[in-house]
């Protein structure tokens, strides 16, 4: 078999995501972006090739130099290609030959890039050693492991100038890109309202305001009774995530239904023009069967009416056929 048979590829990349936290109306809230990781076994039969568009490269452990990463978060996506010797790649087991070794990068904001700061964690069996922060401005070991590495990238001024720069030529960068695309994706949501049982005037009851895929997170959902806004006996669910980035929640207001009396859910949401109002109006049960009755008998008026046009239509046309035997043309 060809060297070139023997060799087997294992390629990953480390993608950039966003996790946004809970704001107010003013502010942004606090985001994460982070990259993901990679995972190889048996690390001392494999070479590395790795692929990035600038800034040197550092080793991921300072007695092993043959497999290189960058010294912190490079671009939105950086390629890794790890050159299998001997040993398949494995996605990282229980058993004492295998292990795994992360380099995660995390970017934080606040009030969008008003405050910003970047963590860079070096992770091997899932105890993190060795970590970049800038609000400290240098590397720190975390465990004895990480002492020679942190000592290592300190040394190195271009590295340690490069990892403080990349709050600027990463997070920030990375932060606008994403900001045009998925923080300022909107879905308008939609609204309904529904009493939680069918009872008569004057019994307690529970309307349900239910507002649903929508998105951003962000929401404001009022109580209107006859146009006084209703504060007391709201009860509301937590943001329910849809799985699709999209959300739902109910909110409750316990009333006693009087007659006349007209409820509104009032929905304020980033993706509106103008809040959306959905109205319920109290009413006796023998006004809800008069309606229905009166547009159960419009309905029926309506099917005899279309009958009766038809067979009157019939009716004007006549028979049809030859004309009788014995007449003059």
Known sequence: MSAQRQMRFFSSSADWFLSKGPSSPTKHGNITGFYSFW????IHQLQ???TTTTFPFVSIMSWRRALRIPGGLRAATVTLM????STPV???RDSPQDFVHQFKGLCYFTNGTERVRLVT???YNREEYARFDSDVGEYRAVTPLGRPDAKYYNSQKDILEGTRAELDTVCRHNYEVAYRGILQWRVEPRVTISP???EALNHHNLLVCSVTDFYPGQ???RWFRNDQEQTAGIVSTPLIRNGDWTFQILVMLEMTPQRGDVYICHVEHPSLQSPITVEWRAQSESAQSKMLSGIGGFVLGLIFLGLGLIIRHRSQKGPQGPPPAGLLH
């Open 39 to 42: 995972q190889v076994r048996q």
């Open 48 to 50: 590395a090739v790795l």
């Open 82 to 85: 790890l050159v299998m010797l």
């Open 90 to 92: 494995a996605e990282g």
């Open 121 to 123: 964690k070096y992770i």
């Open 196 to 198: 939680s049982k069918t």
């Open 219 to 221: 929401i404001k959902v």
